[in-house]
């Protein structure tokens, strides 16, 4: 019993200490000044805009056009009393790059790493094999608005982002078999390696010609991601005060439930020592 409320004392701690780390982020958000995309400087920067689609990608579940997902597929457990729990089975989420668009201007957003807070989207429940299994699935959509705290970093390699570009657009016109066809000058039903080699070419020369148009109008070098240590880096559908107050209700949740676990341990272990 004595063990029990050791454990549950340090558990109230550590719920105790996290509620400053979400708090830190809180004020973080709360003392950084919203900038324009236009004019944005190197290092960390509060972003508000509109997601924009770079490059193709659909949630895993839903097949729905995204900017970014998150999904996760659980099974319901049985406990030898009767109880029921839901059980990890598989989860993940994008990592692809999506864009943040303002009346200044774009820049690119990386979002691994990112705590990302958008409500869930679709959830269901199926049963296979006499077992629930329950489906849920969030995600950021092309024209949504976008609340982002991160930091501003130098595009390492932008021949890198030049050939994933590409690669996606030739992936997506294999898949889209009537624009693909438009290709096949000779009717056969099939492309042949030199009809491949025209489409590769006219996909790179119109990726080109979208980089060019681009140039000037989007801080094209510039991206959002993860910075050093343990600088917040948050992804937000909701707006800069919904995302503070949302924290700030975190932290006292956390403050409150951890302060309450160390009590109810103090008062156990008080109880063990009276009756010794």
């Given at each position: 019993?004595e063990?029990?409320?050791i454990?549950?004392?340090?558990v109230?701690?550590a719920?105790?200490?996290?509620?400053?780390t979400i708090?830190r982020?809180?004020?973080?958000?709360?003392?950084?000044?919203?900038?324009?995309?236009?004019?944005?400087?190197i290092?960390r920067?509060?972003?508000?805009?509109?997601?924009?689609?770079?490059?193709a990608l659909?949630?895993?579940?839903?097949?729905?056009?995204?900017?970014y997902y998150r999904?996760?597929?659980?099974?319901?457990?049985?406990?030898?009393?009767?109880?029921?729990?839901w059980?990890?089975?598989?989860?993940?989420?994008?990592?692809?790059?999506?864009?943040?668009?303002?009346?200044?201007?774009a820049?690119?957003?990386?979002?691994?790493?990112?705590?990302v807070?958008?409500?869930?989207?679709?959830?269901t429940i199926?049963?296979?094999?006499?077992?629930?299994?329950?489906?849920?699935?969030?995600?950021?959509?092309?024209?949504e608005?976008?609340y982002v705290l991160?930091?501003?970093?130098?595009l390492?390699?932008p021949?890198d982002?030049?050939?994933?570009?590409l690669?996606?657009?030739?992936r997506?016109?294999?898949?889209?078999?009537?624009?693909?066809m438009?290709?096949?000058t000779?009717?056969?039903?099939?492309?042949?390696?030199?009809?491949?080699?025209?489409?590769?070419?006219?996909?790179?020369?119109?990726?080109l010609?979208?980089?060019?148009?681009?140039?000037?109008?989007?801080?094209?070098?510039l991206?959002?991601?993860?910075?050093?240590g343990?600088t917040?880096?948050?992804?937000?559908s909701l707006s800069?005060r919904?995302?503070?107050?949302?924290l700030?209700?975190?932290?006292?949740?956390?403050?409150?439930?951890?302060?309450?676990?160390?009590?109810?341990?103090c008062?156990?272990?008080?109880?063990?020592?009276?009756?010794k």
């Open positions: 019993m063990l029990f409320s454990l549950l004392f340090l109230g701690i719920l105790f200490f996290h509620g400053f708090l982020k809180k004020r973080i958000i709360d003392n950084t000044p919203a900038s324009k995309i236009g004019s944005v400087a290092g920067a509060e972003l508000c805009g509109t997601a924009v689609k770079k490059f659909q949630s895993p579940l839903t097949k729905t056009d995204c900017v999904y996760k597929i659980e099974k319901e457990e049985r406990g030898s009393k009767g109880s029921t729990r059980v990890p089975v598989e989860n993940g989420v994008s990592t692809v790059y999506f864009g943040l668009q303002d009346e200044t201007g820049i690119l957003i990386e979002p691994k790493g990112a705590k807070n958008t409500p869930e989207k679709f959830r199926e049963i296979k094999d006499l077992t629930k299994y329950r489906y849920t699935e969030s995600r950021i959509s092309a024209g608005q976008v991160g930091t501003i970093t130098k390492l390699n021949i982002d030049h050939k994933q570009k690669i996606d657009a030739l997506s016109l294999k898949g889209d078999r009537a624009r693909l438009k290709y096949d000779n009717r056969d039903g099939t492309i042949s390696s030199e009809e491949w080699d025209v489409a590769r070419t006219e996909m790179e020369q119109k990726l010609e979208q980089e060019l148009a681009q140039q000037g109008k989007d801080a094209s070098d991206v959002v991601g993860a910075g050093a343990n917040p880096f948050i992804i937000s800069e919904e995302a503070s107050v949302s700030g209700l975190r932290s006292v949740v956390f403050f409150a439930g951890g302060a309450l676990l160390m009590i109810i341990a008062i156990s272990m008080l109880r063990g020592q009276l009756y």
